[in-house]
């Protein structure tokens, strides 16, 4: 007899990176800013290969803390921010609990979620993709749900949801006693983030990556900030030595140069600026473009009966977007990675236009 898989891997539906060379990537929201090849060998340069790494990673936590003026016992690193949602998936919820995500979001909370037993329940967004916070709390309250997860700012939508919106579900979830996973990912381009109020709430993990403003999205490094009592909880249901000694290093010297990392994010949010008022215009006069959104992340997002043909349009050009659905998402570059994406795009809409 064969061996047999359970369902759940049976259904899983694995995640699929773009495979394939492209001269110009924008389908992933990383940095265009790499750290320098010396300062990467430079922080390498001490390591003891021979000994485990610290299993707390104290030193890259508390740069991160003075980054973000917060208390190291806040903090517990991962293995890039995805493995704290599997963590969290597992540990902080028991096969059978419901959650709530939306549609669309960010497809990892689901896809752990399944993976560890959890009924998933998707809301859908509303018209203009943003999240209805009565809505929320409704449900919330009817389906006994264990803990709501979402992006703020969101991907793929690039749309934000203003802190005080925020705190109010919070607040009514904290009523329920359902916990509040806020994946602030793109928040270093935003200026209403909630990690000045973990200490306030019981039931709040915001989540934080250094691969997007960072630019160390090779590295694998993300943090899972909440209060010290689920700080430990946390930090006990992790694998010991899960961020390892190459990680620790170059994190540690990227998050200690504040004004280097204040200086990048400009530039990125700058190059975000360009690519939207530049593409606008296009989106606004082609017939086949049916939106584009606002953004306040380092991608832009616009709705179009045409995703599917417009992206591989690009891939046939070397250019690397991503569809998702009536979707596509695309990052910002470097000024020229940007000025060869608008190039293509004004050829490639006006072709299908006819
Ligand atoms: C990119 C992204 C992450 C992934 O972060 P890693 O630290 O690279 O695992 C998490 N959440 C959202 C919303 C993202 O877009």
Redesign the pocket.
């Known amino acids: 007899m064969p061996y047999i898989l359970t369902r759940k891997l049976r259904e899983l539906e694995p995640y699929q990176p773009i495979s394939g060379e492209y001269e110009v990537r924008l389908d992933?929201?990383e940095s265009f800013l790499p750290m320098p090849q010396d300062e990467l060998a430079k922080a390498c340069s001490t390591i003891e290969s021979n000994r485990y790494p610290d299993a707390y990673a104290g030193e890259v936590i508390e740069k991160f803390a003075q980054l973000f003026e917060l208390d190291p016992a806040c903090i517990t690193a991962?293995?890039?921010?995805?493995?704290?949602?599997s963590i969290l998936c597992a540990c902080f919820l028991e096969s059978g609990d419901s959650i709530l995500t939306f549609a669309p979001?960010?497809s990892?909370y689901a896809f752990y979620g399944s993976l560890y037993e959890v009924n998933v329940h998707v809301m859908e967004k509303d018209a203009d993709l943003q999240i209805d916070v009565d809505a929320v709390v409704s449900y919330v309250k009817r389906n006994a749900i264990k803990a709501v997860l979402f992006?703020n700012p969101?991907?793929p939508t690039s749309l934000g949801l203003t802190r005080d919106k925020v705190l109010r579900m919070l607040e009514a979830l904290q009523e329920e006693n359902a916990l509040m996973i806020l994946?602030e990912?793109?928040m270093d381009f935003w200026d209403q983030s909630l990690l000045d109020c973990i200490s306030e709430y019981d039931n709040l993990i915001i989540?934080k990556?250094?691969?997007?403003a960072i630019g160390l999205?090779a590295v694998?490094?993300?943090f899972a900030v909440t209060n010290p009592t689920l700080t430990t909880a946390l930090r006990a249901a992790k694998s010991p030595y899960n961020v390892n000694a190459v990680t620790q290093a170059i994190g540690a010297s990227a998050l200690s140069d504040t004004s280097n990392i204040r200086n990048r994010i400009d530039r990125i949010i700058a190059s975000r600026d360009a690519l939207y008022k530049a593409i606008s215009p296009l989106c606004e006069k082609s017939s086949i473009i049916e939106r584009l959104y606002d953004t306040v992340t380092n991608f832009v997002f616009i709705k179009t009966p045409k995703a599917k043909e417009i992206w591989q349009a690009l891939l046939d050009r070397s250019i690397a977007v991503r569809c998702m659905g009536d979707y596509l998402r695309i990052t910002c570059g470097t000024e020229e990675e940007n000025d060869r994406l608008l190039t293509s795009f004004e050829a490639v809409i006006k072709d299908m236009e006819g």
């Open positions: 992933a929201n991962g293995n890039g921010s995805d493995e704290l949602i979001d960010f990892m992006s969101c991907n994946d990912a793109y989540l990556t250094c691969s997007k999205a694998r490094l993300g």
